[in-house]
């Protein structure tokens, strides 16, 4: 799984679990679960809720090219779950 994703994707998906586990908490909170079940009902917001902070962190990239970049990698994970590699509990 982590060998697909470059080292910017895997801090996306921390950033991701983050807006949504501000407490880090086990197990994963269910919104986030929820999300990946219907990502674009939040898209917009998670967007707008995780760049700034990717780009403090990674690199100054528009909010139109993060959302790209982001829905690339929610299509990568649709991709491994379909065809099995990846399992997500809701």
Same mark, same amino acid.
């Given at each position: 799984?982590?060998?697909? /994703? #470059?080292?910017?994707? !895997?801090k996306?998906f921390? /950033?991701?679990?983050?807006?949504?586990? =501000?407490?880090?908490g086990?197990p994963?909170?269910?919104?986030? !679960?929820?999300?990946?079940? #219907?990502?674009?009902?939040?898209?917009?917001?998670?967007?707008?809720?995780?760049?700034?902070r990717y780009?403090?962190?990674?690199?100054?990239?528009s909010?139109?090219?993060? =959302?790209?970049?982001?829905? =690339?990698?929610?299509?990568?994970?649709?991709?491994?779950?379909?065809?099995?590699?990846?399992? /997500?509990?809701?």
């Open positions: 799984m982590v060998e697909d /994703l #470059t080292e910017e994707s !895997l996306i921390a /950033l991701l679990t983050c807006h949504f586990n =501000k407490n880090f086990v994963l909170p269910r919104q986030l !679960l929820q999300f990946f079940d #219907t990502p674009w009902k939040l898209l917009d917001d998670v967007c707008i809720g995780i760049h700034p780009t403090t962190m990674v690199k100054s990239e909010i139109k090219s993060f =959302k790209r970049r982001f829905i =690339k990698l929610l299509g990568l994970v649709e991709y491994y779950v379909v065809r099995g590699k990846w399992v /997500l509990c809701i």
